[in-house]
Structures are given as C-alpha cells and as structure tokens.
C-alpha cells in the first residue's frame, strides 16, 4: 500500500517563530514532492515544489527533501497568524501523473 | 474561465439516485484529476486523465463510480445508486503538464446522500 504520512496535529507555533512539518512516503520511485495549504473550507493552493535531495527555500518556506530517507519537510519562518491553515504533503509515485496526499497537519498560530 | 470550475457546487441527493459533477479545467491543460476529500483529511485520488484519455482510475471505489472525459476538456464524475458512505467533497484539479507540474483545484462540490 503506497502511503503519504504526516503528523495530523494541531501544531501551535507562537507568532514569529518557525513551524516544522514532516512527511514521509513509502514509494521509493517516487520523483516529485509538493507542499499544498488549505485553509478551512477553501481549496488547496500550492506553495512549495521540490524533486531533488537538499533544501529549496522560497521567501519564508523552505522544503527539505531526503529520498534516501524517504522524508521531506516544510519549514515556516516567521510564523504569522495567516499560516494557520492546514498542509498537505502529496507526492508522485508515477512520475508522470498520480499524485497522492498526506492526511494533513494542521498549523495553527497563536499570537 | 480562468480557474477550474466545478458544478453543482452543492448536491443533495436520496440513496439511491445517480449523480453527476462535472469539471471544467483551466483551458488548454492536459491533465485532469478527481479527488475525493472527507473532513479533516486529505483529498484521495480517484482517477485521472491526459487528454481524453483515462490513465488511471485505481482509485475509484467500487463499479458505482466512473469518469470520462470525451473531448480532452470537460470531465463528468458519475456515481451511480448512491449511498450514505458517498457524501464527500469531491475535488477536480487539472494541471498543464503530465506528472510533474502544480494542480490547480476547482472549489470542490460537496455531495451529501440523505
């Protein structure tokens, strides 16, 4: 059974401090790795890709990759209220079109 | 338009009954998903097309669910004789690239079976 894991949470971070979120896959194939946020009620919306081993960070968001490990992370800097939504790890097994998702894990910011 | 547009966006239905959603991609992409999204959890593929071509539909749960895609655009989700354990979110995405490029999600519509 291929699977996407992530802690479900609730993760509370303090206002301005960093947000760490785990992900791990079982599809060592696998070849593309995404980081979506949903905000209650909304549809999820991308924010980060990566599809090589090592870090890749746009503005506060830096995603890590380890495939050997079979993990990828997210990391929040900065933390603000708006980041309370939850993040969904989803991964291609095919690398060429099935994507599949994580459970989610829940981010809420406290201020 | 501009984004995936997704119809109904609410349906209620009696056990039973048939449904049919309909998706509609952002024009020109090739490749269009449907997922299945409960509360609190995060969407679960159903199937997918490259054109008007199923790839995939490992994900649908019984005979009761089928998709198409005639014409490489619009898609129809259609779930015949409902039931109560069918009420979800279903979610189409649609994306300008196999495999590897971002999915765009439509808002979703919500099906709920009396």
Known sequence: QKEVEQ???PLSVPEGAIASLNC????RGSQSFFWYRQYSGKSPELIMSIYSNGDKEDGRFTAQLNKASQYVSLLIRDSQPSDSATYLCAVNEDSWGKFQFGAGTQ???TP | GAGVSQS???KVTKRGQDVALR????SGHVSLYWYRQALGQGPEFLTYF??????DKSGLPN???SAERPEGSISTLTIQRTEQRDSAMYRCASTSETGTGELFF???SRLTVL
């Open chain 2, 50 to 55: 490259n054109y008007e071509a199923q790839q």
């Open chain 1, 7 to 9: 802690n479900s949470g």
């Open chain 2, 8 to 10: 109904p966006r609410y």
């Open chain 2, 63 to 65: 005979d009761r669910f």
């Open chain 1, 24 to 27: 791990t896959y079982s599809d």
């Open chain 2, 106 to 108: 439509g808002e979703g």
């Open chain 1, 107 to 109: 981010v809420v910011v």
């Open chain 2, 23 to 26: 998706c509609d991609p952002i």
